[in-house]
């Protein structure tokens, strides 16, 4: 019995270690304007904290400090939406890592949340034109039967 609840607590430990959210320190990006575009803060953990996160959860959090500030981000949704949770000053000690702003790359358009706000919102394809004109449409023809297998010598109910 004892043997059984000391099973039945490992699992509910490790279960809770699967939900605690996780912070994955602080990293040094003296170029860096605080508090970050969202596209920016995307783009700096995505070169520089993703390579030591495995999974991102709801609600994990990293920081990124100027040497004057740091403010301390949090995600809502796995990792890719980022909001400020707090800023305190830079402490100048123990960063995880010491990166640069990085180019944003603007392959999938402009920032769809430019003011930060939290949830962003969405307001449909961005960059994409709207379609216009008009369209034909010719007679329509029946779908062919459907042909199932019976066996693997023959189909039955095909043409």
Do not use: H
Request: aromatic share 10%; proline share 12%.
């Amino acid at each position: 019995m004892q043997t059984k609840i000391k099973w039945l607590g490992l699992v509910f430990l490790s279960a809770m270690a699967l939900v605690i959210a996780a912070d994955y320190g602080r990293y040094r990006c003296d170029a860096c304007s605080v508090p970050m575009r969202p596209v920016d803060i995307r783009n700096f953990i995505g070169v520089y904290v993703n390579p030591g996160v495995a999974l991102w959860k709801a609600k994990d959090t990293v920081s990124i400090c100027n040497g004057t500030t740091c403010v301390e981000y949090i995600t809502a949704n796995q990792g890719t939406v980022w909001s400020v949770k707090s800023q305190y000053p830079d402490p100048k000690t123990a960063y995880k890592a010491t990166g640069e702003p990085v180019a944003a790359d603007d392959s999938y358009g402009p920032d769809p949340n430019p003011g930060g706000g939290t949830p962003p919102f969405y307001t449909g394809p961005i960059g994409l034109p709207e379609p216009s004109g008009d369209v034909a449409i010719g007679p329509l023809t029946p779908a062919p039967p459907i042909c199932y297998m019976t066996s693997d010598y023959g189909i039955d109910g095909c043409p």
